[in-house]
Structures are given as C-alpha cells and as structure tokens.
C-alpha cells in the first residue's frame, strides 16, 4: 500500500522542556527555510494528509501556513502554551497530559493554565487532546476525562510512553499495568461517553500485549507515513533500518505505545468503522466525502453500483 500521509518536524525548537520528550534530546540538525520547503514540497508525491509535528511547530506559523494548502487535511500537534491561531482547515492535537497536578509534573509550572486558556480564547473549531499514558499520570485518566468533558475540546486520545535509548524510561508503565488500564479504565470510559473518547474496541484490543509486539514489528507507520526532520530528510529508524518513523531513531519500537500505528492498522488494513466513523465526524467541512474515497479502492464511487 502506498504512502498515504506525511509527517513533518516543522522545527527542532521547543518553548518546554518536558520531562517524558525524546525529541529535544535526540534531534540536533538545524532547519530548512520555509522556501527550501516549498521546494520539497513540489517534490511530494500527493498526500491526503500531513502532520506538523516539532519540537513546538506554532513557533513557526509561517510554514504551516505556506505548508497546509498542499494537503486536503492537516494536523498541528501543540504543546497548547503559545496562543493557538483561528484556523478552521486544521486540526490541533494539544498535548495534556493529565490533571494539572501530573500535567505539570512532567512538562513544568504553568503550562496546564496557559494551555487551558489558549484553549478557551482561540478561534479555532477544531481542538482536540492527546494524552500519554505513562507510570505517574496513569492514575488520573479518568479525572482528566470528566475535567474536559464540557469543554471547547471535540475528543480525547491516548497513547502510552514509548521509551527511547537514553531518555527517562522510569515513565514506561509496564505491560501488564498497561492491560488492565485498557480492560478497567479506557473501555468503560468509551461508554461513559462516547464519542468524546477517540478509540474503537479494535484499538484499544491492538494496544494490548502480547498483540503490540506483532504491530511494532511490522509497523504500519514505517510503510504508510513518510517522516520528515526539520531539514527535510527522512527519518529513519536508526541502526541501518531503511524503515521511517516519525519518532526518530532513539525510539524503543517493542515498548512502542504511540496510538498512530494501531490507528492505520484499523483505518487502512482493519477498516474499523468504528474509528472511520469518529475521524469524520470531526474533519473539517468538505474533507469527509473526499477521505471516504481515499480509503475506498480505486474506481469505486461512494453511492455508485460496482460490480
Ligand atoms: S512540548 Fe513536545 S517537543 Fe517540546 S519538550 Fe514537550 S514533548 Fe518535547
Ligand atoms: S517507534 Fe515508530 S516504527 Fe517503532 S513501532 Fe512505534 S511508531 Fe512504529
């Protein structure tokens, strides 16, 4: 299957320095200019979808900005602290990673307020948190759910702490924790409230161990999602690994706890309608008609006879 997303480190700068963060130890290149972008950008096949991942990508709008017209949907993953622009043709993933308490434990005094009143003052529809689960916060996912619940915010995510060489890996929550977390707290939550929770049964069952292991090995994001540093080239797995992955080279692939590739896995491989169903509900107007056909096999029309 082709590549159907690009990921794009936007900038190696960070306003935080986040106790959990392997990228700003990890990556040192320097950045291309916004018009050495616009070249590569010529040069990218068409892809329905990009993430504009950093370090902090909102320190540098100007490329986002020149950047998202080439995509039919477009993904900002913030750190929420720098005020958030009102642009409704993208989709802004803003890192929270629990209750205020264990938010600032781990990414420092004040981001949790100014996060929050980005939050409630940007112009922006499209709001939407992403929290990893690691071995302090753990106990505070259902609190931070209730928290959000009558918010500006449309859903929630989850994803669990990927370890990476040299990085505090005292915040990987083990296996077996990880299991129990999923059965006793994320399920019951997705029925507690629906919609608001970004995952499907067939996730959360593809999260669980022994079943991660047998993803990560073949991962979905290394064939589906091209990654590129803030210079422009691939990111690679590292040790000779010819496969790509947004995290770098540093990341631990069997203690793997990104949501992303059991995220492809149902959408592409799976087709889990429980999770395609979610994805459009909340993409901006006039890209759901265009991404159901991304996903349909070529020549196939939605409501047309295909024998
Ligand atoms: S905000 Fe993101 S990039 Fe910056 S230090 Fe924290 S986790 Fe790393
Ligand atoms: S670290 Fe990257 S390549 Fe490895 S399993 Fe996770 S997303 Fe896939």
């Known amino acids: 299957m082709r590549q159907k997303a690009v990921s794009i480190d936007v900038t190696n700068r960070c306003n935080l320095r986040c106790r959990h963060c392997f990228f700003w130890r990890t990556n040192s290149s320097g950045e291309l200019p916004v018009e050495a972008w616009e070249e590569v950008f010529q040069r990218l096949p068409k892809f329905f979808y990009c993430s504009w991942v950093g370090g902090e990508p909102l320190l540098r709008q100007e490329l986002i900005e020149r950047g998202k017209k080439r995509f039919l949907l477009n993904e900002v993953v913030t750190n929420g602290t720098i005020p958030i622009p009102s642009w409704n043709?993208?989709?802004?993933?803003?890192?929270?990673?629990?209750?205020?308490?264990?938010?600032?434990?781990?990414?420092?005094?004040?981001?949790?307020?100014?996060?929050?009143?980005n939050i409630e003052?940007?112009?922006?529809?499209?709001?939407?948190?992403?929290?990893?689960?690691?071995?302090?916060?753990?106990?505070?996912?259902?609190?931070?759910?209730?928290?959000?619940?009558?918010?500006?915010?449309?859903?929630?995510k989850f994803?669990?702490?990927?370890?990476?060489?040299?990085?505090?890996?005292?915040?990987?929550?083990?296996?077996?924790?990880?299991?129990?977390?999923?059965?006793?707290?994320?399920?019951?939550?997705?029925?507690?409230?629906?919609?608001?929770?970004?995952?499907?049964?067939?996730?959360?069952?593809?999260?669980?161990?022994?079943?991660?292991?047998?993803?990560?090995?073949?991962?979905?994001?290394?064939?589906?999602?091209?990654?590129?540093?803030?210079m422009g080239n691939i990111k690679y797995r590292g040790c000779g690994d010819t496969r790509a992955c947004y995290m770098g080279a540093g990341a631990i692939c069997e203690k793997c706890?990104?949501?992303?590739?059991?995220?492809?896995?149902?959408?592409?491989?799976?087709?889990?309608?429980?999770?395609?169903?979610?994805?459009?509900?909340?993409?901006?107007?006039?890209?759901?008609?265009?991404?159901?056909?991304?996903?349909l096999p070529k020549g196939h029309r939605p409501g047309r006879q295909n024998t």
């Open 89 to 117: 043709d993208v989709s802004f993933f803003i890192s929270i990673d629990g209750t205020k308490r264990y938010h600032e434990l781990i990414r420092g005094r004040g981001t949790y307020a100014r996060a929050r009143e």
């Open 121 to 156: 003052t940007t112009g922006a529809r499209y709001l939407l948190l992403n929290m990893v689960i690691n071995s302090l916060n753990y106990r505070c996912v259902e609190k931070f759910v209730s928290e959000w619940s009558n918010s500006r915010v449309l859903w929630v």
């Open 257 to 295: 706890g990104h949501m992303t590739p059991h995220y492809l896995k149902a959408i592409y491989e799976d087709g889990d309608w429980e999770i395609i169903r979610k994805s459009l509900k909340h993409m901006p107007r006039g890209v759901a008609l265009k991404a159901v056909r991304s996903l």
């Open 159 to 230: 994803s669990f702490y990927t370890p990476f060489v040299g990085g505090d890996n005292s915040l990987f929550l083990p296996f077996a924790k990880r299991n129990e977390l999923i059965d006793k707290v994320l399920r019951p939550l997705k029925e507690d409230y629906g919609d608001f929770i970004f995952l499907s049964d067939g996730i959360l069952e593809s999260m669980k161990y022994p079943g991660c292991l047998k993803v990560a090995s073949n991962c979905p994001a290394t064939r589906l999602v091209l990654s590129l540093d803030s």
